[in-house]
């Protein structure tokens, strides 16, 4: 009795195994491992992008700060730094005014712009941002878009000084070949205004 109710068990387990589907074959084919969906996703931002994001300093400035925090930030606080940075003070000192022209400049242009790009998560409705797929990228690029700032008070005083001289130099005689004051002062006028545009088309997305 014992040996046919334990033949009967075996047949039991063997029927319910038999019942079991066998698992499903892993098609190899449709799955992509993350890292190699991460590079795909990095490598499909083209480099006219990335220089056009990094050709901005405040969009530089959003960067550095999300990579120095990490995780996700409020676009309060990230307007904060931001007005610091370009005020030249603290986020203590920041004025509302301030405050509020960052804010709106982020809000509706930059952190949208950069979104597009996946290179930041920006939730408009709850203002959170957070570094997006495309953001590595960048970096490799991010200190030597921060070293090509053009030295604009450097121009300026070397205008200055060149106005100076040449003034000083009509004074002692080379009125007498042309280089009167008034050219002088013209020359340098304008040498300023051009500086002056070209700064003001630099910083133009500002």
Same mark, same amino acid.
């Not at 930059?110 to 597009?116: Q, S, V």
């Not at 004051?181 to 088309?201: E, M, R």
């Given at each position: 009795?014992?040996?046919?109710?334990?033949?009967?068990?075996?047949?039991?387990?063997?029927? &319910?195994?038999?019942?079991?589907?066998?698992?499903?074959?892993?098609?190899?084919?449709?799955?992509?491992?993350?890292?190699? =969906?991460?590079?795909?996703?990095?490598?499909?931002?083209?480099?006219?992008?990335?220089?056009?994001?990094?050709?901005?300093?405040?969009?530089?400035?959003?960067?550095?700060?999300?990579?120095?925090?990490?995780? #996700? %930030?409020?676009?309060?606080?990230?307007?904060?730094?931001?007005?610091?940075?370009?005020?030249?003070?603290?986020? =203590?000192?920041?004025?509302?005014?301030?405050?509020?022209?960052?804010?709106?400049?982020?809000?509706?242009?930059?952190?949208?712009?950069?979104?597009?790009?996946?290179?930041? &998560?920006?939730?408009?409705?709850?203002?959170?941002?957070?570094?997006?797929?495309?953001?590595?990228?960048?970096?490799? @690029?991010?200190? &030597?878009?921060?070293?090509?700032?053009?030295?604009?008070?450097? @121009?300026?005083?070397?205008? #200055?000084?060149?106005?100076?001289?040449?003034? %000083?130099?009509?004074?002692?005689?080379?009125?007498?070949?042309?280089?009167?004051?008034?050219?002088?002062?013209?020359?340098?006028?304008?040498?300023?205004?051009?500086?002056?545009? =070209?700064?003001?088309?630099?910083?133009?997305?500002?």
């Amino acid at each position: 009795m014992a040996s046919s109710s334990q033949r009967a068990s075996e047949g039991d387990l063997l029927s &319910e195994e038999a019942d079991d589907p066998e698992p499903e074959a892993v098609d190899e084919t449709e799955s992509v491992p993350e890292e190699e =969906a991460d590079s795909e996703a990095v490598a499909d931002l083209p480099l006219d992008h990335v220089f056009e994001i990094l050709k901005n300093e405040r969009r530089r400035t959003v960067l550095h700060y999300l990579q120095e925090h990490g995780g #996700t %930030v409020s676009l309060g606080e990230l307007a904060e730094h931001v007005a610091a940075v370009e005020n030249g003070t603290t986020v =203590a000192q920041v004025t509302s005014n301030e405050r509020k022209c960052v804010y709106v400049g982020l809000y509706q242009c930059h952190l949208p712009k950069m979104d597009d790009m996946d290179i930041v &998560e920006f939730n408009q409705n709850r203002g959170r941002i957070s570094l997006g797929p495309n953001a590595v990228q960048l970096y490799e @690029y991010l200190e &030597e878009s921060d070293g090509t700032d053009r030295p604009w008070p450097l @121009y300026y005083g070397s205008l #200055t000084g060149a106005g100076v001289l040449g003034l %000083v130099a009509s004074q002692l005689g080379a009125a007498a070949v042309g280089l009167t004051p008034t050219v002088v002062a013209t020359v340098a006028l304008l040498g300023i205004a051009g500086v002056a545009a =070209a700064q003001t088309l630099d910083h133009r997305d500002d």
